[in-house]
Nanobody
Framework: VQLQASGGGLVQPGSSLRLSCTAS????????IAWFRQAPGKEREGVSC????????YLADSVKGRFAISRDNAKNTVYLQMGSLKPEDSAVYYC???????????????????????WGQGTQVTVSS
């Protein structure tokens, strides 16, 4: 069972990127998939969740209106479409399978990085002029 995150890069403020989280060994559509990010010296924070229970999506307020999460079941992939990127979005982004459909795993606006069994290896996003 493996998750692989990809699609990061160096972009200018205001640009867009699409991150991909592709699974091998299991079907992503059967699971909640969350996107986390971690900047140097900061805690890992979850910014988006694609919930399996009702197909709904969660987006933290800090990214709402700029990011979107979606699934492509045929490709066994979950995407994080990021737009209007800001320097503060710079971080290593990880996808993970876990309990982001459960409100107990949230703290304030962010998804807590606990209870996740499988993590992708991370992809670096740098937003800089």
């Amino acid at each position: 069972v493996q998750l692989q995150a990809s699609g990061g890069g160096l972009v200018q403020p205001g640009s867009s990127l699409r991150l991909s989280c592709t699974a091998s060994g299991f079907t992503l559509d059967d699971y909640n998939i969350a996107w986390f990010r971690q900047a140097p010296g900061k805690e890992r924070e979850g910014v988006s969740c694609a919930r399996k229970s009702d197909g709904s999506a969660y987006l933290a307020d800090s990214v709402k209106g700029r990011f979107a999460i979606s699934r492509d079941n045929a490709k066994n992939t979950v995407y994080l479409q990021m737009g209007s990127l800001k320097p503060e979005d710079s971080a290593v982004y990880y996808c993970a399978e876990g309990p982001c459909s459960d409100d107990a795993y949230y703290s304030g606006d962010y998804i807590l990085p606990y209870g996740y069994d499988y993590w992708g290896q991370g992809t670096q996003v740098t937003v800089s002029s």
